[in-house]
């Protein structure tokens, strides 16, 4: 079955330092991989996807994620992070079976990171 | 270019009732996905259409039910609301060929007393 484990309910970090939103997956076939993010009161944002090639992904507002097949891991980074990270950041899996000529299928969410940068 | 919009953004009921919730996906995208997201959850998939047909659906009860228009357009609709059908409820949308992620509507947050 797919899931995906987002290990830390909480990451607090300074402005200005890295951070990383860790993310682990499983899937029975090839995985899609993304990250969001949800403000309060708001939808989810998309942020990044990984479907194929380099492992080192990068996206929107300066984040960027490392897919490592072989640990089943996609975690977000970000080298500088800013008071407005704040937010809400889930990881996302989506199975893709290429033999059904088609990428359509639901999502599978972990059940989010809480990102703090402060002052 | 309009995003996906779902409409009420709000929304008061009680057990037993019964309530729809609307959704326009983003333009030139032809397949809808509903999630659930409780309250410190993730969200949860509901179902998904395509082609004005159900084409999978998650781990929820019959009362749950969904449609999709000709101009792919959705709605949700669920009845015998209990307490816990309390959450906010996202549609998204995308394309069914391709790799494009799917992009989400703010979505319905639905209370019931």
């Known amino acids: 079955a797919q899931s995906v484990a987002q290990p830390e309910d909480q990451v607090n970090v300074a402005e200005g330092n890295p951070l990383t939103v860790k993310c682990t997956y499983s899937v029975s076939g090839n995985p899609y991989l993304f990250w969001y993010v949800q403000y309060p009161n708001r939808g989810l944002q998309f942020l990044l996807k990984y479907i194929t090639g380099d492992n080192l992904v990068k996206g929107s507002y300066g984040f960027e994620a490392e897919f490592n097949k072989s640990q089943t891991s996609f975690h977000l980074k970000k080298p500088s992070a800013l008071v407005s990270d704040s937010a809400l950041y889930f990881c996302a899996v989506r199975e893709h079976k290429p033999d059904r000529g088609s990428t359509l299928g639901r999502l599978y969410f972990g059940r989010g990171t809480q990102l703090t940068v402060w002052p | 270019d309009a995003g996906v919009t779902q409409s009420p953004t709000h929304l008061i009921k009680t057990r037993g009732q019964q309530v729809t919730l609307r959704c326009s996906p983003k333009?030139?995208?032809?397949?809808v996905s509903w999630y659930q997201q409780a309250l410190g959850q993730g969200p949860q998939f509901i179902f998904q259409?395509?082609?004005?047909?159900?084409?999978q659906r998650g781990n929820f009860p019959d009362r749950f039910s969904g449609h999709q228009f000709p101009n792919y357009s959705s709605e949700l609709n669920v009845n015998a609301l209990l307490l816990g059908d309390s959450a906010l409820y996202l549609c998204?949308?995308?394309?069914?060929?391709?790799?494009?992620?799917?992009?989400f509507g703010d979505g319905t947050r639905l209370s019931i007393l």
């Open positions: 333009s030139g995208h032809d397949t």
């Open positions: 259409y395509y082609e004005e047909e159900e084409r």
């Open positions: 998204a949308s995308s394309l069914r060929q391709g790799r494009q992620p799917q992009h």
